[in-house]
């Protein structure tokens, strides 16, 4: 007689690969990696940890995991941390999981992802997976915004400050508003030909640049276009004005901006200047091409995510952080 083999075969624990930037932000990692791994590994995960030690290293993390069928990374850090990860992942079934912890936190505030890690991982664990668009300019991948002009400039300059966070960013803004001149771009898109001396221009697959500061208040990251938002020149009171618009979410109602959708675009200026990749400062030709890909990068979401309302959402986010910010000091 042959013995029947009533063995149950349980399927082996999917991988999850966490990436921490210890020096990312103003806060400390210390306990991340165990409160992640504790509450992963009750989900059912397999859990590897790395820290980075200097550039590159995400993404040379995170194309491993991708390589080896992880079902998610998680990046641990600010923007910067953000971008090197899902630089990685475009293209793969390995999903893209945010712990926010850097200065600006543009693309989790895009996405409704509270910035605090705690909380963060709940999202995570709801395991809700979003395949969601990307840009990139001259072939360098962005996840939030791409920028030419003011900011641009600002980023070179905060990007030298030996204190982060947003008072140290509002300090190099201020200082670069002195000094900074407008620039001439000429944008070809959806069929047309634009020429226009700028402030700014900002290319956005997400609403912010970071610390609810919206330049494209509209954004979706799964429409597959781009939001391009061109700023003009004015006044010191204009400047204000436009500053709190920023803050609000009315900056597409502003006069001095022109705000239009694309799915490509390529943007002339008169040679190699400064730029800003999702907050990180770079040079770049005066010849540049501006691509969304749709749906290409998997995301860990939030399962609801209101619409965005000019000054409420901005409210709702403020009272969120304080909200936060009270967690953290009652837990000590």
Known sequence: MHQTDHTVRREAPQRMMLIINPISGTGSKKGVAEMVETRLTAAGYRMDVRFTGGRGDATAF??????????????????????????????????????????????????????????????????????????????????????????????????????????????????????????????????????????LVAVCNASQWGNNAYIAPEASITDGLLDITIVHSGSPIDAAVMGMDIFTGFINKNTMVHCFRAPAAVIYRSGEGEAHVDGEPMMLDGILDVKCHRGSLPIFTPHDRDNFRPIVTPIKEMIRDARISIHHILRG
Not at 86 to 102: E, F, K, M, N, V
Not at 120 to 138: F, K, M
Not at 160 to 187: D, K, M, N
């Open 62 to 199: 995170a194309t491993e995991a991708a390589r080896e069928g992880y079902a998610g990374v998680l990046a641990c850090g600010g923007d910067g941390t953000v971008n090197e990860t899902a630089t990685a992942l475009c293209g793969s079934s390995t999903a893209l999981g945010i712990l926010p912890a850097g200065s600006g936190n543009g693309l989790a505030r895009h996405l409704g992802i509270p910035v605090d890690i705690e909380f963060a991982l709940q999202i995570v664990e709801q395991n809700n997976i979003v395949p969601s668009d990307y840009g990139t300019v001259n072939g360098i991948p962005f996840f939030c915004t791409f920028g030419m002009g003011f900011d641009a400039a600002v980023s070179h300059r905060f990007a030298r400050q030996s204190h982060r966070g947003l008072l140290s960013y509002v300090r190099s803004a201020l200082s670069e508003y002195v000094q900074f001149r407008p620039q001439t771009y000429t944008i070809s898109a959806n069929g047309k030909i634009l020429t226009e001396k700028a402030f």
